[in-house]
């Protein structure tokens, strides 16, 4: 079993930046593919950055890619999302999850594992 505890959300102007973190109890969260999504309302969960068991291999939603860097610590059993040039469309509840794996997995139901989420806000 993995809890999951997001933080770092918050209301920023476009153009700003946020970094999330979840934390993982357990003493194995070296085994765990990572992940990060978001859900704005009316919208389904999407994929947003995946982090492989070492940290060696991360893969990006297009939309994001060269402004969110997805990384972990696995010895604080932490893994990380930093935005920057947030956009209103980035807005809506980014969840992390986990998933005992060998390979960064992208759809939602390949989670077993779920954050509370954590609401990120970008106005314009």
């Known amino acids: 079993q993995v809890q999951l505890v997001e933080s770092g959300g918050g209301l920023v102007q476009a153009g700003g930046s946020l970094r999330l973190s979840c934390a993982a109890s357990g003493r194995t969260f070296s085994y765990y593919v990572m992940g990060w999504f978001r859900q704005a309302p009316g919208k389904e969960r999407e994929f947003v950055a995946g982090?492989?068991?070492?940290?060696?291999?991360?893969y990006y939603l297009n939309s994001v890619k060269g402004r969110f860097t997805i990384s972990r610590d696995n010895a604080q059993n932490t893994v990380f999302l930093r935005m920057n040039s947030l956009k209103p469309e980035d807005t809506a509840v980014y969840y992390c999850?986990?998933?005992?794996?060998?390979?960064?997995?992208?759809?939602?139901?390949?989670?077993?594992?779920w954050g509370q989420g954590t609401q990120v806000t970008a106005s314009s």
């Open positions: 982090i492989s068991r070492n940290g060696e291999n991360s």
């Open positions: 999850a986990a998933r005992r794996a060998t390979v960064v997995l992208t759809r939602p139901a390949e989670y077993d594992y």
